[in-house]
């Protein structure tokens, strides 16, 4: 079946260090939604990505999308305790929506 | 305040009864969706409803049931068929269904079931 795979599943870091998830595809995706999940919280909706090769930016988050929309990364600058969280991708192929497993984020203390 | 509530927050059951998860938003969506979160994973759809009176099985509708009598209503009936209940389940909603138009989502806040 489809799949959007999600790696890497945790990442350690230490404050002020960055931080990337990548979303891989088995399929074309139309268009690829991010959330953010704070422990012990509820999914947030961060952002969509429609066109292929489309980066956007929202202060220190940058988000792509690639040129064969099969692949999504989110990358975080200098990351800080209020980024500590899971963050999921959601890719939209053939009228599903696939739910990548999410990458934690943990800061080092 | 617009939003999507969910009650209660944590729900303990015995095994063998079956439990209603309520689910309730004002933010006028069509679309409403019943995931299952265990810990560690991603997000599973259990059921989605699309419109008042109509909704579909997700990838893991086994030993549950919704309803979806009011547009603004989605309870989440886990029976006692259902072999691993204990979990966090969420509720969303979105202007239309987000398979169709790559809707976002907006969640609530969860329930939690332990059924011992």
């Known amino acids: 079946g489809q799949q959007v795979m999600q790696i890497p599943q945790y990442q350690h870091v230490q404050e002020g260090e960055d931080f990337t998830t990548y979303c891989n595809s088995s399929?074309?995706?139309?268009?690829i939604q991010w959330y953010k999940q704070r422990p012990g919280g509820h999914p947030v909706f961060l952002i969509q990505l429609v066109k292929s090769g489309e980066v956007k930016k929202q202060k220190r988050l940058t988000f792509q999308f690639g040129e064969a929309k099969k692949n999504s990364s989110l990358h975080i600058t200098a990351t800080q305790t209020t980024d500590v969280g899971t963050y999921f991708c959601?890719?939209?192929?053939?009228?599903?929506?696939?739910w990548g497993a999410g990458t934690k984020l943990i800061i080092k203390p | 305040d617009g939003g999507i509530t969910q009650s209660p927050k944590y729900l303990f059951r015995k095994e063998g009864q079956n439990v209603t998860l309520s689910c309730e938003q004002n933010?006028?969506?069509?679309?409403m969706y019943w995931y299952r979160q265990d810990p560690g994973q991603g997000l599973r759809l259990i059921y989605y409803?699309?419109?008042?009176?109509?909704?579909q099985k997700g990838d893991i509708a086994e030993g549950y049931s919704v309803s979806r009598e009011k547009k603004e209503s989605f309870p989440l009936t886990v029976t006692s068929a259902q072999k691993n209940p204990t979990a966090f389940y969420l509720c969303a909603s979105s202007i239309g269904v987000s398979s169709f138009g790559g809707y976002e989502q907006y969640f609530g806040p969860g329930t939690r079931l332990t059924v011992t």
């Open positions: 933010l006028n969506h069509d679309a």
């Open positions: 959601a890719g939209l192929s053939n009228y599903q929506l696939i």
């Open positions: 399929t074309t995706l139309s268009n």
């Open positions: 409803s699309q419109i008042v009176n109509d909704f």
